[in-house]
Every structure is written in C-alpha cells, then in structure tokens.
C-alpha cells in the first residue's frame, strides 16, 4: 500500500496550509488567504460527506444543506444580535443534527436511485425554504453583521486569526474522523457499506448505525457552515443550492473515496481547479464538465488513489 | 374566501404544470427503472429543447415549426449521449452515473450561457394560441389548453404503446425484473436506446411547451428536475401510472400551495404570521408530502420492480 | 427426551403461484446436526432465509428455545443465537479475514456505539476472532484480505464469522458448495470438530458429507418434507430413494 505516499502528501498540504498566512501577506496577496480558508473550510465539509458516502457507501446528494443550515443559524442568530459564538456554533452543530436526524431518518428508509433522490429533494427543500425567508435575505442573502465573537478568548475579525482558527478546525475534524472509521462504530459502518445483508446476519441492525452516521456527518457540516458564514460574512440560499452538494460529492471522489485525507487534497484540488479554469475562460465549465465526465469513464480512485494502490469500493 | 373562479383556474394550472412533470417523469422514471441508472442530465434536455425551440421560433415566426423541430433535435441528441456517455456506466455503481450526468449539466449550461447568453429567451406566443376560452364565465387561456391537450394525448400514446405493443410489453418487463428479459433473449440495451430517446424527446417537447409560459433560461432543467424527481419517488420507479398519477398530484398542490396556502393559513394564524409561513410553507410542500409517501411507503406509490 | 432448540411449525411460504414452503414442521434438537436434503428447488434456501428473518413467512410460527421468533428482524435473532451463513459466499470483501471475523465478534460483544477506540487493536476483538480463525483452519490467513482468499478459504471465512457470534444454533447454507473433494473434505473435517457441541441445521448438496455430519436428515422436495429419520432410515426409505436418491446423477 502507499500508505508513506499518501502521509507524506498529506504532510506537505498541510504545511503548506499552514505558512500561506505568511506567504500571503509577504507578496500582499491576501486572496490567497481567502481561497486557502475557503478550500479549509469545504474540506471539512467534504471530511464529513466522506464519513457517511466514502465509509458508509451512503451517497447523499443533499450535504450542502448541513452547510447551509450551520451557516444560516449563525447569520439568523447575528441578525438578532446574538454574536457570541459560544452560542451560536455550538447551535449550529446541534440544529443541522436536528435536521439530519429527520432528513436521514426519511431517506435511510430507502436505497440507491431513491436515497440518492430524496437527499437531493429534501436539500432542495432547504434551498427553497432559504429563498422564501424574506426576513433574512431570500433570495439575495444576508450580510453578516457581526462575526461571531469569542471574546475574551481570540477575535476572529483578524482574518489571519480566523485563518489559523479554521486550519485547526480542520485538522481536527482530520483527526476525529480518523477516530471514528477506526473505532468500533466505524467498523461497522464500513461492514454495512460492504455487505449490508451480511451485517444483518450477524447481529447488527444497521439503520441505526447508518442514521447516527448520517447525524455526525450532519452536524460536521454544521459546523463548516459555521466557519463559512464567517468567512464570508454572508450567508445566502445558493450555499444550499444542489450544484453545491454536487461540488461536495466531486472534491470527496476526485480525493479518493474512502480514504482518510482524500476529501482535503480532492477540496483543495477542486478550488484550484475552479480558480485556474475560470482564469482561462469564464465558460470554464464547458472544460470542467467534460473532465468530469472523462474522470469517471477512466480515471478511478481519485487523486490520492493515483498514488496508491487502495482499492474502492463503487456504488 | 377563496372564490370559486380562482379555484378552478388554479386548478387548470396545476393540471396543466402537472402534465408538464408527467412529459419529462415518464422517460426517466423509465430510465431509473429499467437500467437502474441515475440520470440527472435529464433537465438539460428539457431546457435544451426549450431553447431549440425558442431560437427556431425567433427565425422563423413560426412557434409551431419551434416544437417539431426541437424534438427530432433533442432525439438525436438523446441518442447520441446515451450511446457516447451513459452505456460504459449501466455497469458502474450509482455513484459513477451522478457524477458523469452531472458533469453533462454543467457542460451545457455553460454551452447555453455560452450560445444564447446568460438571460434567458422570452417566446412569443403566435396569434391563434392568444387570448381565452371562457368556461363557465371563467377565462380559460386557450396556449393552457393546448398544453394540457398534448399532455394528454401524449399520456394517451405512452400508455397504448407500453400496454399494447410487444416494445411496451419489454419495456415494462425491463422495469420489472430486467434479468428475466435479458433471460429471455432480448437485447435490453437496445430496449434502453429506444426508451432514452423517446424519453429525450418528450422532454424536449416538455421544454418546448413550457417556453412560453415559464422562463426559457439557463436554471431551468435542474429546477424541475427535481420536482420530477419528487414525482417519481412518489410514483414509484419505473411505473409509468406512477409517474402520471404523482406529476398530477405534484402539480395541483404546488400550485395550491402558493395560491390559497395564506388564506388558509389566515384562518388560525395573524395576518401576518401567515404571510411570513405561507411562502415558506409553500415551497416545501410537495417535498413534505414525498416525505409523508415514503413513511408509510417507501417504493412508492405503485412500485414497479417485483425482484 | 433431548429438548428441540428450533421448532418450526406449518411454515408456508410461495413465490408467486410456487409453493417453496409447504406446510413445513421440523424440529432440530440440542446438540445434534440435523441436515436438509432434496432436489434443487426443493426450497431449502428459502427456509434458511425464512429462519434467519431475511424472509417473510406468510403463516407459520418459528420458535427458538421455545421463543416465538416468527416476527423478530434478522439483527434480533442473530443476537438471540441464531447465526446463519450463505451459499453465495457473502463476507465483507475489502476487509482482512481477522476483521471480518472481528466484526463478528464485536456483534456479539454488544458494544458498538463506540467512536474513539480504534477497534482493530481492542485484544477483546482479535484475539476471539484469532481463536475462531484457528478453529476454521485459516489461521495462517489472518491478514488477507477476504477478496484474495480461495473460494474454500472464504467459505470457511464464512462459517468462522457465524462461530464468532457465538450462536446457539448455526444455520449452514450449503457449506460445501462449489468446493472441490480437498476442500470438502477438509470442510467436513472442520463441522465433524463442531459435531456434539453446536447445534446446526445443515443444507447439503453433498450427500457423503451429509451421511457424514448427521444425526438426523429431513428430505424435502417441492418445499414438502417427505421424511424425516437418521441417516440409516433416510438410506432405506423406499420413498426417499424414488423421489432424490435414485437418480442422484441430477443432484449435484
């Protein structure tokens, strides 16, 4: 296995994330900071989509809605002068598992065409829910008043701070999502993915398991949609829209499915991507598609996947 | 109140919107259930067509020319994606097929934004498919009837050919039990073929039909795509009853919903509590109700596969 | 009199117009091999899967230990002891045969609502999984991936997975199925050490091993018992001999 390969890789991005604060500041290109917080911040989103499509063969079309929802609690709260983000994060993360708990309870019922169906309507259902509250922006979103303060412990105004708070949330998510396939829960998770009926057999009701899974992963993405309020200091409906899940699912496979750190290299990836095609045209999609549909039909494993021989598991 | 007149016409509408989700839910429920494949390119034909059908209108005055031509178009297209792109992925995991179909979108949304530019093509309607027919003392416009007449005929059509022809025969066979028609001796790809293409086409001709009325822009597809998709988890995969009786459902209470939900809403709530819930409420409701249908039955309501 | 662990009584199942299982009563008692022979069609599987939970029954009651079990799911009698295994060899490919057999394990452990441990290094999860291994013979195969194992490999894989849990009667679906004589005869080998000590209704294609392993032999054909006795009643059985045995050349 290239195990060495993959750590290294690893290794080396994260180091990377972890001087462009510098970089950024010394060439005074802070767009730089901003696409590397962006690319963090989606890589946890895609961390947390992995968990449940990577590890527990559950392909959800409906991911960006966890982000939205973590994302709108915070613009919502901010709106009603409630900044503290001792408050509002934690809310975050406990109402996207609320709505997962619901969404996942109605989809799990079900299996491949229509799992994948009804994750990407009840999302839907959150985009629309997102247009029609007027109050908050509808269709055009809601800046942020406020970021969400955590005094008197850091001030994430400082964008560099931010930055730094985001790279270690991002490691640790890394790191709890390690624990997690690893442990007792993820052995099961991934047993059901591989062999569903087999799991039955041997003791395990699996819905239960798949559906705390889907709440994890939910509130995961929550809690991304935390960060990307503030990294953007806007919340609107389009972080909710299905093209976004899409995204999600494509950074999560082009990083290689199913492997630990594959959803942060295939999100950095992704961005890079979107910010040199979009360099070279502004139909930049007219390439990405196509390339998309290439990387199916040939390229297998994704990018991480290049590097070492794990094998994964499709479908 | 609610009156009468408005109630009716809602009505219409949401029988006419809701022959519209039939025309694109009967190929691709098709699609889904036959070769167990995830299409989401769906929608692009339909606002492919629509845009065919828009710009030959625009050339030739002709709207009528507009919507035959888009459909021999579309077909071919349809074919030619189905043969290129989604073969090599019938034996690939859903996962492969999302992803390849949504690349497609995005190729030709971005071919769209490229081609006709990002506004969107307003259609005009020629002069004998203006103005009302009046039922009842209640306006009725006449581009409405039409649209709900085709949409009927063409249900019609689907129906005789999947209960009367031995084509039919197989398709419903493939949606059933696909290894008993390939056991058979039957080459189920070529089943498919035809089944992609007639699907494509109707959805061409779905996008044709909706120019007028809805927008003919770049979002189209992927909008009423899903609300498709809402009609087929409804309707159960591969039925095409299913889909007929799920689009009707979907189209009367979309429409319901956000024409008389705040009136109803008005008799328990304040003013304005209902104004605030009712769009609100509106826009999630045939989700709420797919949510209700897969409760009590998660294949649908006439599921079509049987092992 | 020896107590009967599994009593099945007037299980009926059909497919459709087809009768799989007719009427069936069976009852396997403590401690013994009972084997299920017949023609293929003669719905054994489907009396398997309708045991095991993964099929409805359309009337009929099972009882485990004297349990009514007829409308408990597959997890809940799987965890009252009732381990099953499948002819179609159903193992979790990208796992490693100690994983496999651990997962098997931690079922029956109970505790599975754990996050943070990882579970491959828990000593409570290896080393029973180790020792089942070594029952089954693939000790040497710890590591291996389930996907590289040979087809007798995996087929062992299959029943260690269903010792793991420890069950109180195991539910063979045709172990030796597809099996060269090498590796039946070893597979034999491995149920003849479990013989006495656990409970296990067997559907056998193979009739050497099933004269081999039984104590007692029910003949079903068209989802109908025909009979039921040891394997020295089953031999002289005028009925059984017309019906299966005489033209055994179809039955394998």
């Known amino acids: 296995m290239g195990n060495k390969t993959q750590i290294s890789i690893v290794v080396f991005v994260f180091l990377g994330l972890a001087i462009i604060p510098l970089v950024a500041q010394m060439t005074d290109t802070p767009f730089y900071l901003d696409l590397a917080r962006r690319m963090m911040i989606l890589s946890i989103g895609a961390l947390s989509l992995n968990l449940i499509m990577g590890y527990g063969g559950l392909i959800s079309f409906g991911h960006a809605a966890y982000i939205g929802v973590g994302a709108y609690t915070v613009g919502i709260c901010a709106e009603h002068d409630l900044v503290s983000g001792f408050i509002q994060w934690p809310l975050a993360i406990i109402l996207s598992g609320l709505f997962a708990v619901v969404f996942g309870a109605i989809s799990l019922r079900t299996r491949g065409v229509y799992f994948i169906m009804i994750t990407l309507a009840l999302a839907q259902m959150m985009y629309f829910l997102g247009v029609s509250l007027d109050r908050y922006g509808g269709d055009d979103g809601l800046p942020l008043i406020e970021r969400s303060s955590f005094e008197p412990l850091i001030d994430i105004t400082n964008n560099i701070v931010l930055y730094y708070l985001i790279f270690f949330a991002l490691l640790f998510s890394l790191f709890l999502s390690k624990r997690l396939v690893n442990s007792r829960f993820g052995m099961v998770l991934q047993g059901a993915r591989s062999n569903e009926t087999r799991m039955k057999a041997i003791g395990f009701p699996t819905f239960g398991y798949q559906l705390t899974a889907f709440v994890i992963a939910g509130m995961m993405a929550g809690f991304a949609g935390a960060l990307l309020a503030n990294h953007t200091d806007f919340i609107n409906p389009d972080m909710m829209h299905w093209t976004r899940s899409g995204d999600l699912i494509i950074m999560v496979l082009l990083g290689g499915m199913g492997s630990l750190a594959g959803p942060v290299v295939g999100a950095l990836a992704f961005l890079l991507l979107e910010e040199l095609l979009s360099g070279v045209t502004e139909y930049w999609q007219l390439i990405f598609g196509p390339f998309l549909i290439l990387a199916v039909l040939f390229a297998r494993g994704g990018l991480l996947g290049f590097f070492s021989a794990k094998e994964r598991e499709n479908g | 109140m609610i009156d009468a007149t408005l109630l009716f016409e809602q009505l219409f509408n949401g029988l006419q919107f809701g022959l519209l989700l039939f025309l694109l839910a009967a190929g691709l429920t098709l699609v889904f259930g036959i070769m167990d494949m995830m299409n989401l390119a769906h929608g692009s034909l339909y606002m492919l067509g629509a845009y065919v059908a828009a710009q030959v209108t625009l050339w030739t005055g002709s709207f009528v020319l507009g919507v035959f031509l888009s459909l021999p178009v579309i077909l071919f297209l349809g074919i030619v994606l189905e043969a290129g792109v989604l073969r090599p992925l019938y034996a690939r995991g859903h996962l492969d097929q999302v992803l390849a179909t949504f690349g497609m979108i995005l190729f030709f949304n971005e071919f769209v934004r490229l081609v006709w530019g990002p506004d969107g093509i307003e259609v005009p309607l020629p002069e004998f498919l203006q103005g009302n027919v009046s039922l009842f003392g209640i306006p009725l416009p006449n581009y409405r009837l039409v649209v709900i007449g085709m949409g009927l005929l063409v249900a019609l059509l689907i129906y005789l050919l999947v209960t009367k022809t031995r084509t039919g025969m197989l398709i419903r066979a493939g949606a059933s039990n696909r290894e008993m028609v390939e056991a058979l001796g039957v080459d189920i790809n070529r089943v498919f073929t035809l089944v992609f293409g007639l699907g494509a086409a109707l959805a061409a001709l779905a996008g044709a039909l909706a120019g007028p009325i809805l927008a003919v822009t770049i979002g189209m597809g992927e909008h009423i795509l899903i609300q498709v998709l809402v009609v087929i988890v409804i309707g159960g995969i591969g039925s095409i009853r299913g889909a007929f009786v799920g689009a009707m459902l979907i189209g009367i209470i979309d429409i319901f919903g956000r024409s008389f939900l705040d009136t109803f809403f008005k008799f328990f709530l304040p003013v304005n509590a209902a104004e605030t819930a009712a769009p609100a409420v509106a826009s999630m409701l045939i989700y709420i109700l797919m949510a209700g249908v897969l409760f009590f039955r998660p294949q649908g309501l006439f599921p079509a596969k049987t092992g | ?252």
Request: with cysteine; hydrophobic share 40%.
């Open chain 3, 1 to 252: 009199m020896v107590r009967s662990l599994l009593e099945v009584c007037s299980l009926r199942k059909t497919f459709g117009g087809v009768v799989a299982t007719d009427n069936l009563n069976l009852s396997v008692e403590q401690g013994t091999i009972h084997a299920i022979i017949g023609p293929n069609g003669a719905g054994k599987t489907t009396l398997i899967s309708q045991l095991s939970g993964l099929l409805e029954s359309d009337s009929g009651k099972i009882y485990f230990d004297g349990m009514d079990i007829s409308n408990l799911s597959t997890p809940d009698r799987a965890r009252l002891g009732l381990a099953r295994t499948f002819q179609i060899t159903s193992v979790f490919q990208e796992f490693t045969a100690l994983e496999n057999v651990a997962l098997a394990v931690q079922a029956h452990d109970g505790h599975s609502f754990r996050f943070w441990r990882p579970a491959r290094s828990e000593i409570q999860l290896t080393q029973p999984a180790q020792k089942t291994l070594k029952t089954v013979g693939l000790d040497d195969r710890v590591d291996t991936p389930a996907r590289l194992l040979s087809h007798g490999e995996r087929r062992q894989l299959e029943i260690s997975m269903a010792l793991a849990t420890k069950p109180r009667m195991l539910l063979l679906d045709e172990p030796m199925a597809g099996m060269g004589a090498e590796e039946s005869r070893r597979m034999v080998n491995i149920l003849l050490k479990l013989k006495g000590k656990q409970t296990i209704l067997l559907i056998e294609h193979d009739m050497d091993a099933v004269f081999a392993l039984a104590d007692k032999i029910t003949v079903l054909v068209y989802g109908r018992e025909i009979a039921t006795g040891s394997p020295k009643e089953i031999r002289a059985d005028e009925e059984v001999r017309s019906a299966y045995l005489g033209d055994e050349a179809d039955v394998t």
